[in-house]
């Protein structure tokens, strides 16, 4: 699908959450990362600038999303 996001994961974060936040810091989408790919379906976003967040390796990255 056009929305689908797939992410390259290290071995380490197997197991960890990965948590989307929208432009206001509000959590609106959370995965559990189960493999070296997860999809992260984002077809229910809005259009806009959200934030992808690993939980517990507290790295951030930008997203945006377009229709």
Request: aromatic fraction near 6%.
């Amino acid at each position: 699908s056009r929305f689908i996001l797939d992410v390259t994961n290290q071995p380490q974060m197997i197991g960890s959450m990965v948590a989307v936040y929208n432009q206001l810091g509000m959590q609106v989408l959370t995965v559990r990362v189960s493999g070296l790919h997860t999809e992260i379906n984002l077809a229910a976003l809005k259009e806009g600038i959200y934030f992808l967040r690993t939980i517990e390796h507290q790295e951030t990255v930008k997203l945006i999303k377009r229709l």
